[in-house]
């Protein structure tokens, strides 16, 4: 079985200041990860993923997450918000198996100040 | 291309009336997940097919819940007899191969159980 915390259910930034998001995993096997973004009434949106290649992973918008197996984590940072990056964030963890679902943590509403 | 389309988009139901919802994946991929998410919280994993298998339903929340996809492409989750904490966001999403390792989601029905 596969869980994800997500620390923060909200964060609030200033534009231009450092975004950093994080979460941290259960797994009894090596996971897939992932950050999704949800806007307002739309579906998630995939921001990166890790699927055992580099450890730092880089996505879209200027995301980027770490894998650190040592720390069971998969943080998301971005070096400067934006006002558009203003958004839900889930991180989800699958197993490395043919059809196996996403659990994903609570969220992190992110805030984003002028 | 086109991505994953759900209908409706919302939904307004009397409680013990049942409601079907629609999902249509990227055409071609083999893998089509169902999700629900409850206000504030993240996506929880429902139902899987490949192709036209129902190859997990563990996450059905009760006898209530019913999902086929009969020709492997589109798919329909329905729920019967609604009850309030069946209202949520239902989303959909599908994957090219059987390891689902990058999901496409759908924008989600809102479905409203009054």
């Known amino acids: 079985a596969q869980s994800v915390t997500q620390l923060g259910s909200h964060v609030s930034v200033s534009e231009g200041a450092l975004v950093l998001l994080r979460c941290n995993y259960s797994?009894?096997?090596?996971?897939?990860l992932f950050w999704y973004v949800q806007y307002p009434n739309q579906g998630l949106q995939l921001l990166l993923k890790?699927?055992?290649?580099?450890?730092l992973v880089k996505g879209i918008n200027g995301f980027e997450a770490e894998f650190k197996k040592s720390e069971t984590s998969f943080h998301l940072t971005k070096p400067s918000a934006h006002m558009s990056d203003a958004a839900e964030y889930f991180c989800?963890?699958?197993?490395?198996?043919?059809?196996?679902?996403?659990?994903f943590g609570g969220g992190t509403r992110v805030l984003v100040k002028p | 291309g086109a991505g994953v389309s759900q209908s409706p988009r919302y939904k307004v139901a009397k409680r013990g009336q049942d409601v079907a919802l629609r999902c249509d994946p990227i055409?071609?991929?083999?893998?089509l997940f169902w999700y629900q998410q409850a206000l504030g919280q993240g996506p929880e994993f429902l139902t899987y097919?490949?192709?036209?298998?129902?190859?997990?339903k563990s996450g059905l929340p009760s006898d209530r819940f019913f999902a086929e996809r009969p020709e492997g492409s589109v798919s329909t989750l329905k729920i019967q007899r609604t009850q309030q904490e069946d209202s949520a966001v239902y989303l959909c999403?599908?994957?090219?191969?059987?390891?689902?390792?990058?999901?496409?989601f759908g924008p989600g029905t809102r479905l409203t159980v009054t």
């Open positions: 890790y699927t055992s290649a580099a450890t």
């Open positions: 055409s071609g991929h083999v893998s």
């Open positions: 999403a599908s994957s090219s191969t059987g390891v689902s390792y990058e999901q496409y």
């Open positions: 989800a963890v699958t197993l490395r198996a043919a059809g196996n679902k996403l659990t």
């Open positions: 097919f490949q192709n036209e298998a129902q190859l997990d």
């Open positions: 797994s009894s096997v090596p996971p897939y």
